[in-house]
C-alpha cells in the first residue's frame, strides 16, 4: 500500500522567509514518482514537479527547490524568499507502476505568507 | 491557464438526486481522470478515461460513473447522491496516459447534497 505523510497541516511564515515543506511517503514499489502540486484559494491543482524513483538529484526552479532522499524516503519542498503569492495548499503526492490511476495525495500542508 | 474547463463551478443538490459534471479537456489530450477532494483532505482518484474508454477506477461505487466524447469532453454521473459526496470534483487531462505526462488540472466544481 502507498502513503504519503505530510505531517505539517498548517505553516504560517513572514514574507522573505525560507520555508521548507515536509513529505514522507512509504511504498513498495521499485519504481515510483513523487509530485508537488500547489492549490491556491481558486482551487485548482497546478502541477510543480515530477520526480522519479531513480533520479535523486535535488532540483531547483528559481525560488523552489526540492531535496529528495530515498534513505529517508523524503521528498521536501523549499520555497526561497517566500511571497504573499505562495499562500496555499501544497499535495505531495505518490505514484507507483499504475500510473496516474494510483496516485495517492498527502492531505496537505496550507502555507500562508504573511506580508 | 491550464486549458481545462469544468461546468459548474458550484452545485447544491439534495440527498437521493443525480449530478452530472462536465469537463473540457486541452486539445489532444485524451485522456481524462476525475478526483474527489473533500475539504481539508487530498484528492481521490475516482476513475480515468483514455480514448472513451475507462481506464482504472478507484475505490468508488458503481453509482459513480462517467463518460468521455471524441471532443475532449467528459462527464462524471453521480446517482442517488448522499451527504458524504459533497466535495470539490477535480478533472485533469493529458496527452498520454503515463506519469511521464504532465497532468493539467481544471478550477473544479463544488458540489454540497443537503
Known amino acids: 500500500a502507498q502513503k504519503v505523510t505530510q505531517a505539517q497541516t498548517e505553516i504560517s511564515v513572514v514574507e522573505k522567509e525560507d520555508v521548507t515543506l515536509d513529505c514522507v511517503y512509504e511504498t513498495r514499489d521499485t519504481t515510483y514518482y513523487l509530485f508537488w502540486y500547489k492549490q491556491p484559494p481558486s482551487g485548482e491543482l497546478v502541477f510543480l514537479i515530477r520526480?522519479?524513483?531513480?533520479?535523486?538529484q535535488n532540483e531547483i526552479s528559481g525560488r523552489y527547490s526540492w531535496n529528495f532522499q530515498k534513505s529517508t524516503s523524503s521528498f521536501n519542498f523549499t520555497i526561497t524568499a517566500s511571497q504573499v503569492v505562495d499562500s496555499a495548499v501544497y499535495f505531495c503526492?505518490?505514484?507507483?507502476?499504475?500510473?496516474?490511476?494510483?496516485?495517492?495525495f498527502g492531505i496537505g500542508t496550507k502555507l500562508q505568507v504573511i506580508p | 491557464e491550464t486549458g481545462v474547463t469544468q461546468s459548474p463551478t458550484h452545485l447544491i443538490k439534495t440527498r437521493g438526486q443525480q449530478v452530472t459534471l462536465r469537463c473540457s479537456s486541452q486539445?489532444?489530450?485524451?485522456?481524462v481522470s476525475w478526483y474527489q477532494q473533500a475539504l481539508g483532505q487530498g484528492p481521490q482518484f475516482i476513475f480515468q478515461?483514455?480514448?472513451?474508454?475507462?481506464?482504472g477506477r478507484g475505490n468508488f461505487p458503481p453509482r459513480f460513473s462517467g463518460l468521455q466524447f471524441p471532443n475532449y469532453s467528459s462527464e462524471l454521473n453521480v446517482n442517488a447522491l448522499e451527504l458524504d459526496d459533497s466535495a470539490l470534483y477535480l478533472c485533469?487531462?493529458?496527452?498520454?496516459?503515463?506519469?511521464?505526462?504532465?497532468?493539467?488540472f481544471g478550477p473544479g466544481t463544488r458540489l454540497l447534497v443537503l
Open positions: 503526492a505518490l505514484s507507483g507502476s499504475g500510473g496516474y490511476q494510483k496516485v495517492t
Open positions: 485533469a487531462s493529458s496527452s498520454r496516459r503515463g506519469v511521464q505526462e504532465t497532468q493539467y
Open positions: 520526480r522519479n524513483s531513480f533520479d535523486e
Open positions: 478515461y483514455y480514448r472513451e474508454e475507462e481506464n
Open positions: 486539445s489532444g489530450h485524451n485522456t
